[in-house]
C-alpha cells in the first residue's frame, strides 16, 4: 500500500487488509516521500482504524524502495501522483505491472483516487475508510479465490 505520507491512507489501509487476511500474506506500506520515515499513523488515520475496531498506532512511516518490486506482487498506490513516483522506479514490465490504482480493485479501469485528507477535516478520514475498506475486501476476496 503506497501514498505520499505513509501516514495517513496507506497505514489505514494496511490494517484493514491485514484484517481481512492470514498472517500467510505480507501485507506492508510505504510512502513515496520521505519526510514521515519512522512517524506513526496521522492520528486522525488511528481514530478512524480504532473506530472499526483496528488498531494502527504501532505502525511506522517508511520510504517505498525500489526492492519493494521484488519483495511483494502486488503495490496499490492512491493516486496518479502515487502511480507516477512508483512507476518512475521500476525497473521492467515486471515492475510496471505490479503498480495498481487501489480503486480499480472496486471501478476497474477507471483510475479513481483515494483523496488525500491530510488537510483536510475528520469527514475526510471517514470518507478514505469507507473507500479503503471496500477496495481492500475486494483484494482479499480475490486473494483466497482466485489462483492467478
Ligand atoms: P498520506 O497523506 O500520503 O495519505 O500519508 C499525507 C501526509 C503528509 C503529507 C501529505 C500527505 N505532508 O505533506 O506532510
Known amino acids: 500500500m503506497v501514498c505520499l505520507g505513509n501516514i495517513c491512507r496507506s497505514p489505514l489501509a494496511e490494517g484493514i487488509l491485514k484484517s481481512k487476511l492470514s498472517n500467510d500474506f505480507i501485507i506492508d506500506s510505504a510512502g513515496t516521500a520521505n519526510?514521515?520515515?519512522?512517524?506513526?499513523?496521522?492520528?486522525?488515520s488511528i481514530a478512524i482504524a480504532k473506530k472499526y475496531g483496528l488498531d494502527i498506532s504501532n505502525l511506522k512511516g517508511r520510504q517505498f524502495v525500489i526492492s519493494d518490486f521484488d519483495s511483494f506482487d502486488f503495490i496499490y498506490v492512491m493516486d496518479e501522483s502515487n502511480y507516477q513516483n512508483v512507476i518512475k522506479l521500476g525497473r521492467s514490465k515486471?515492475?510496471?505491472?505490479?503498480?495498481?490504482?487501489i480503486l480499480n480493485e472496486v471501478y476497474p479501469g477507471k483510475n479513481f483516487e483515494v483523496p488525500d485528507p491530510y488537510?483536510?477535516?475528520?469527514q475526510g478520514f471517514?470518507?478514505?475508510?469507507?473507500?479503503?475498506?471496500?477496495?481492500?475486501?475486494?483484494?482479499?476476496n480475490n486473494l483466497l479465490h482466485n489462483n492467478d
Open 126 to 140: 471517514e470518507n478514505i475508510y469507507q473507500m479503503l475498506n471496500e477496495a481492500c475486501e475486494n483484494i482479499a
Open 35 to 44: 519526510y514521515h520515515k519512522g512517524s506513526s499513523p496521522d492520528k486522525r
Open 94 to 101: 515486471e515492475d510496471f505491472d505490479k503498480v495498481k490504482y
Open 119 to 122: 488537510y483536510g477535516g475528520d
